[in-house]
């Protein structure tokens, strides 16, 4: 029994799509064109990408199961990487389900001490948006996704019960 | 080369016929769903060419002339990073994977072996539910999955991974297991359907929306680790495996790393904010204090306000409970106490000593918590503390109030070495609270009672509100550096290395369930 090919293809989601075939464990095609990048690493956290023409020093930031950000030249990528079933699958399900509108409601009640961001402004996932104070703490309420805050319903000093809505925020395009 | 002596060429012709079983077609119908074959999946999760099937060649009962073999479940044994495990893997692509007489012996069988022998068991499970053609037959064959896994439960790790649909009776097996994996957007778990919903309840409801990975993985808890897709959940089984002991009379594995201490360790003196009111990441802390990349968070969309996970120590495996003051204040309510307990619980079982890292401001207050027992609940974590032999240490690195203070495994609970940070604060309430209470009638006739509360508030804090004060009293063996927070508790897990201790003996406790 062999099923798994040494070949295999991946999808990059972040701010554009990129595929990427793998072949014995080096990186044969970007974009279904033949490619020579090779990485290599350098020390406990920095990485050495030689190219063709140019080789580059990029470290990884964070990776949580297929959520990945890099640091190259300075400037910080963050994407997804998925299967080529897998990404398969994410397109069929995002055309029928849709961009969905998050709505985030108070974990506790409280008091609102301040709205850090206001209506219309970008935030990331995991950006605090506002801070509620309760059980004596001063609560980061955060946004659940990358997108632009859709409406904001409460204000400071108001004291909010668990699982009321506080704002919501709809995915980028 | 192939012996063709007439015994084994009915050896080979058979063997031949289950190959073919397997075909493009076979593979492609899974595929289109963007499902992998029950046979990947068992490719992806053993060593290369362990594995090795058993019970293959069997029919379904009633159906002597069925072409297929194997009854929709490859059942057998192998090795997962050269350690031993039995599995199951039910197949999709024969009858739906339904649970027929033949299908349930099989994985009874293995069970059963699992047990005899003392290995892990995984269950890879996409199954239609129960043969309604067997009838009564295939719920039978429930009842004795079943039972296997409650004789199993604490004896070998049992580990459920659901990759496809998982429906009324097949969703109690993974229930009584160790750990439940799911895929997002391909597997599924209810009791009963959005069909026998919308009939009974008149409510409209999906799939995703009502027993998806997301769903079980953040509101229910029944999930306690998802993956984006299959790959990801199998080497999520791989790693988790590598934190367990084969059975109960086994220690965790141990590795052999030098220098696994992270690089960063000096940053812990100055992680915790001056304001003891702003929150802060526990898993920071949890990470500068364990061995590099070792932390493998459970559940962690689930009761946000608890973090657990598996890390090591000095190469020793040690289960982590800790309180996240990022998420509610880190308080102690109901969903965080039975996360935590049946995790200790889970340590307590094989072996797995724990590490209590404390910042807690007490259990959550409110009519909701109350009327839903949090009394109970929260006796479930008090309990499994308490009833836990394995070594517990725990450090307090800021609030410690009430009786979260006791549960949180403190020192007359059996906390086996109790530190806390000079930044602790151990006491029945906190300043605001228990300066209302003490000193209300002279807050009543003050003059100025805002100016008198903050003298008071302050006050509390230089005489109660301080690790000096338990310290003193032998309640906490020592105050340390936080810095040296991880040198201690290595050493102190190394003294721990010959505890015994011993619950009386009993049939079984009753725990507050």
Redesign the interface.
């Known amino acids: 029994?062999?099923?798994?090919h040494h070949t295999k293809n991946y999808t990059l989601t972040g701010e554009q799509k990129v595929t990427v075939q793998v072949k014995d464990k080096k990186i044969n095609k970007i974009n279904n064109k033949k490619s020579h990048v090779e990485i290599e690493p350098l020390n406990?956290e920095e990485f050495l990408i030689k190219g063709e023409k140019k080789s580059h020093v990029g470290e990884i930031v964070s990776l949580k199961?297929?959520e990945v950000s890099v640091m190259i030249n300075g400037n910080t990528y963050t994407f997804?990487i998925?299967?080529e079933?897998?990404s398969?699958?994410?397109a069929?399900?995002s055309k029928k389900a849709g961009p969905k509108v998050e709505k985030v409601n108070a974990?506790?009640?409280g008091e609102i001490v301040v709205a850090l961001v206001g209506e219309g402004a970008e935030v990331h996932k995991g950006e605090p948006v506002m801070i509620l104070?309760?059980?004596?703490?001063?609560?980061?309420i955060t946004s659940p996704i990358n997108g632009k805050v859709k409406s904001i319903h409460v204000k400071a000093e108001e004291t909010v019960m668990?699982d009321q809505l506080l704002f919501e925020i709809e995915p980028l395009k | 080369m192939k012996d063709n002596r007439i015994p084994f060429k009915r050896f080979h012709e058979r063997n031949e016929k289950l190959e073919d079983q397997y075909d493009e077609t076979y593979f492609s119908k899974q595929h289109a769903k963007g499902k992998l074959t029950a046979r990947e999946r068992i490719e992806y999760l053993m060593d290369e060419g362990s594995f090795r099937e058993i019970d293959a060649f069997v029919k379904p009962a009633g159906m002597p002339n069925e072409e297929k073999f194997g009854d929709g479940v490859i059942v057998g044994y192998g090795t997962i990073n050269g350690r031993q495990v039995f599995l199951y893997a039910q197949d999709f692509s024969f009858m739906g994977g339904s649970l027929g007489t033949v299908h349930a012996r099989k994985i009874i069988k293995v069970q059963e072996m699992a047990l005899k022998m003392g290995h892990p068991i995984i269950g890879l499970i996409d199954s239609g539910g129960a043969r309604i053609q067997e009838g009564v037959a295939s719920l039978a064959g429930y009842a004795g999955i079943f039972m296997q896994n409650v004789k199993s439960s604490g004896v070998i790790p049992q580990i459920s991974v659901i990759l496809g649909p998982a429906a009324g009776g097949a969703v109690y097996s993974p229930a009584l297991t160790d750990f439940k994996f799911m895929t997002r957007d391909t597997s599924y778990m209810f009791v009963t359907g959005p069909d026998v919903v919308k009939e009974v309840l008149n409510e409209d409801t999906t799939f995703e929306e009502l027993g998806g990975a997301e769903v079980h993985a953040s509101q229910s808890g029944v999930a306690d680790l998802i993956y984006s897709d299959e790959e990801h959940t199998l080497m999520g089984v791989k790693k988790l495996l590598s934190y367990l002991p084969s059975n109960n009379v086994e220690n965790p594995p141990v590795t052999s790393v030098e220098n696994a201490a992270s690089s960063k360790i000096e940053k812990l003196s100055m992680l915790l904010p001056d304001d003891p009111n702003k929150p802060y990441d526990i898993v920071e802390v949890i990470k500068l204090i364990s061995d590099k990349d070792s932390f493998y968070e459970i559940a962690e969309n689930h009761a946000q306000n608890i973090v657990i996970g598996m890390a090591r120590l000095n190469n020793q495996v040690v289960g982590i409970v800790a309180n996240q003051p990022k998420v509610m204040a880190g308080t102690l309510d109901i969903n965080a106490s039975k996360k935590a307990a049946r995790f200790v619980r889970f340590c307590d079982s094989f072996n797995i000593p724990i590490l209590v890292l404390e910042d807690v401001p007490g259990f959550m207050p409110g009519k909701s918590q109350e009327h839903n027992a949090i009394i109970m609940h929260g006796a479930k974590l008090l309990y499994a503390f308490a009833e836990a032999t394995v070594p517990k240490i725990t450090v307090i690195l800021r609030k410690a109030y009430g009786g979260a203070y006791i549960v949180m495994n403190s020192k007359n609970m059996g906390g086996d070495f109790n530190f806390a940070w000079p930044t602790a604060e151990v006491a029945v309430m906190g300043p605001e609270g228990a300066v209302k209470i003490l000193n209300r009638k002279e807050l009543l006739s003050a003059k100025d009672p805002e100016e008198l509360k903050r003298k008071l508030i302050a006050d509390y804090k230089e005489n109660v509100a301080n690790p000096y004060v338990a310290d003193e009293k032998g309640y906490i063996d020592e105050v340390i550096d936080p810095s040296e927070t991880r040198d201690i508790i290595i050493n102190a897990f190394a003294l721990l290395e010959n505890k015994v201790e011993q619950n009386p003996q009993r049939k079984h406790g009753n725990m507050p369930l």
């Open positions: 029994m062999r099923l798994i406990e199961q297929n997804t998925d299967t079933i897998a398969k699958r994410k069929k399900l974990p506790l009640p104070e309760a059980m004596k703490m001063q609560n980061e668990k």
